[in-house]
């Protein structure tokens, strides 16, 4: 059984549109994450959520929203999507958040804004 | 700032041992993880190390210096399939994951 996974794996879409990916983790994990990996390879977060609090990365822009439906799941809407946004996107889990937990990651998103 | 620091590509030998460094300089600190990313796939943990010195496990070993701001991965017996990007990721005051580029290690017959 996939422990976090995300749909969809590949994502090809034009500039302007709006577009979301879904992840989802079967280890019952309090906390999920979302993280963009550039094209240099570096993973950079741009939120982590649990039941309690939103945490977002100061340098997402806000066309990018966080939704949660319920603990196992943690969505990513994009508005407007722009060249820029270009990358693969990793969602992760952890048992809790405010300590040293290990992340499991999903499969990644690939994401290609033409 | 906070920063993580690694050689961008190494190359090895298949059955030889190989050490990809890593420095790193966070706000704050509560351990440093290593992760495996082999192409097109997600990272997956390797180590985690908050005390100094070496966490042996299997052909994998991690070491930590706090006061230098520094740890090693230690690959041992190399397989061709352990050629991947090797990611090092401190972790802050804020349990945030701050993430070096990665080292890709090519393996070579």
Same mark, same amino acid.
């Given at each position: 059984?996939?422990?976090?996974?995300?749909?969809?794996?590949?994502?090809?879409?034009?500039?302007?549109?709006?577009?979301?990916?879904?992840?989802?983790?079967?280890?019952?994990?309090?906390?999920?994450?979302?993280?963009?990996?550039?094209?240099?390879?570096?993973?950079?977060?741009?939120?982590?959520?649990? *039941?309690?609090?939103?945490?977002?990365?100061?340098?997402?822009? *806000?066309?990018?929203?966080?939704?949660?439906?319920?603990?196992?799941?943690?969505?990513?809407?994009?508005?407007?999507? !722009?060249?820029?946004?270009?990358?693969?996107?990793?969602?992760?889990?952890?048992? !809790?958040?405010?300590?040293? !937990?290990?992340?499991?990651?999903?499969?990644?998103?690939?994401?290609?804004?033409? | 700032?906070?920063?993580?620091?690694?050689? #961008?590509?190494? #190359?090895?030998?298949?059955?030889?041992?190989?050490?990809?460094?890593? #420095?790193?300089?966070?706000?704050?600190?509560?351990?440093?993880?290593?992760?495996?990313?082999?192409?097109?796939?997600?990272?997956?943990?390797? $180590?985690?190390?908050?005390?100094?010195?070496?966490?042996?496990?299997?052909?994998?070993? $991690?070491?930590?210096?706090? $006061?230098?701001?520094?740890?090693?991965?230690?690959?041992?017996?190399?397989?061709?399939?352990? $050629?991947?990007?090797?990611?090092?990721?401190?972790?802050?005051?804020?349990?945030?994951?701050?993430?070096?580029?990665? #080292?890709?290690?090519?393996?070579?017959?």
């Amino acid at each position: 059984d996939t422990a976090v996974s995300q749909t969809p794996k590949y994502l090809v879409t034009q500039m302007g549109n709006d577009k979301s990916i879904k992840c989802e983790q079967n280890l019952g994990h309090d906390t999920m994450y979302w993280y963009k990996q550039d094209s240099k390879k570096f993973l950079k977060i741009m939120f982590s959520y649990n *039941n309690k609090e939103l945490i977002i990365n100061e340098t997402v822009p *806000n066309r990018f929203s966080p939704k949660s439906p319920d603990k196992a799941h943690l969505n990513l809407h994009i508005n407007s999507l !722009e060249l820029g946004d270009s990358a693969v996107y990793f969602c992760a889990s952890s048992q !809790e958040a405010g300590v040293t !937990e290990t992340q499991y990651f999903g499969p990644g998103t690939r994401l290609l804004v033409l | 700032g906070q920063n993580i620091d690694q050689p #961008t590509e190494m #190359t090895a030998t298949e059955g030889a041992i190989v050490q990809i460094n890593c #420095t790193y300089q966070t706000s704050g600190f509560n351990g440093l993880f290593w992760y495996q990313q082999h192409a097109g796939e997600a990272p997956t943990f390797l $180590s985690y190390n908050v005390l100094d010195g070496l966490e042996e496990k299997g052909r994998f070993s $991690s070491f930590l210096s706090r $006061s230098k701001g520094y740890s090693y991965l230690l690959l041992k017996e190399l397989q061709m399939k352990d $050629s991947a990007s090797y990611l090092c990721a401190g972790m802050d005051s804020n349990y945030q994951l701050i993430w070096g580029a990665g #080292t890709k290690l090519i393996i070579k017959p």
